[in-house]
Nanobody, 124 residues
Framework: QLELVESGGGLVQPGGSLRLSCGASGFTLDHYAIGWFRQAPGKEREGVGCISSNDGSTYYRSSVKGRFTIFRDNANNTVNLQMNSLKPEDTAVYYC?????????????????WGQGTPVTFSS
């Protein structure tokens, strides 16, 4: 059974950093485009960024560009989302998703497999 698992979420202060990881069981992530999405309370899910399987190209939504970085760790079969300079508006449950042999897509409907999500919240 193919499964994605996110980890690394937690409590953070404004300006802080977190690294989220997307791991897989049952398949090798470097054959898949990986998208990161988030859903804040009361809001629709939105794409954060993605990395292609074909050429490693990445894409980020404008509000996170320059602060977030997606990169592969093939040795550990993970795709990581490094989040720096975090803002309260980054509060959400973060999900990773995978689709085989594809370029980046910010559309959730293009992805085949989804993780269960990991929360990122801000301390007051």
């Amino acid at each position: 059974q193919l499964e994605l698992v996110e980890s690394g979420g937690g409590l953070v202060q404004p300006g802080g950093s977190l690294r989220l990881s997307c791991g897989a069981s049952g398949f090798t992530l470097d054959h898949y485009a990986i998208g990161w999405f988030r859903q804040a309370p009361g809001k629709e899910r939105e794409g954060v960024g993605c990395i292609s399987s074909n050429d490693g190209s990445t894409y980020y939504r404008s509000s996170v560009k320059g602060r977030f970085t997606i990169f592969r760790d093939n040795a550990n079969n993970t795709v990581n989302l490094q989040m720096n300079s975090l803002k309260p508006e980054d509060t959400a449950v973060y999900y990773c998703a995978a689709v085989k042999y594809a370029y980046c897509s910010g559309d959730s409907y293009d992805y085949t497999y989804w993780g269960q999500g990991t929360p990122v919240t801000f301390s007051s």
